[in-house]
């Protein structure tokens, strides 16, 4: 993957199908300490500790339609590539953290890619699933919570058309005005 949001939407994919119904994905972007840190918190099944020792080796699956993985350990090559590493915590019945961080100046860093695109298919796909998204850039920071966005839509479906395209528009605007900042 040349884009660090496919790998992010890989993690989050397998936190859906572990059962998450609450997810978080943090990026924080600190220039000052050349940190480009990526970290997603579930509250999935949990991975148990015998597991959990094997989920970076690209040869293990716990999926029934492929005998690989390689999603996990694709994220920690890119990682150590850019002077970085990867950790990944799990608890079972609580849940998982997976965190990513990568030297930001490095060139062998990729790109963060099209997160706006990777939040709205997880967000339209899983409608059900409360989302939290924040994304620091040194000291400005843009959120978005998708409780807080049910909360405020009443009846109306979070995947209906004219939500998605207001979200859309929210997080474009947001992380243009972080950037700019």
Do not use: C, W
Request: charged residues 30%; hydrophobic residues 40%.
């Amino acid at each position: 993957m040349e884009e660090l949001s496919l790998h992010i939407l890989d993690i989050v994919e397998n936190s859906i199908a572990a059962g998450a119904r609450r997810i978080e994905i943090i990026i924080i972007e600190d220039m000052k300490k050349d940190i480009f840190s990526i970290e997603i918190k579930d509250n999935g099944k949990g991975i148990d500790p015998d597991t959990l020792k094997k989920v970076m080796d690209p040869f293990y699956t716990t999926r029934k339609t492929r005998r690989v993985g390689l999603g996990l350990s694709l994220l920690a090559q890119s990682a150590r590539e850019a002077e970085g590493d990867i950790s990944i915590t799990s608890e079972k019945g609580v849940g998982t953290v997976v965190h990513a961080y990568f030297k930001h100046s490095h060139i062998d860093r990729k790109p963060l890619g099209n997160i706006t695109d990777t939040l709205i298919v997880l967000i339209a796909g899983n409608p059900e699933i409360d989302f939290l998204y924040e994304h620091r850039r040194n000291s400005n920071t843009y959120s978005i919570d998708t409780r807080e966005i049910r909360s405020e839509l009443g009846d109306i479906p979070l995947n209906s058309p004219d939500v998605i395209v207001a979200i859309r528009e929210d997080i474009r605007d947001g992380l243009k005005g972080i950037a700019a900042n």
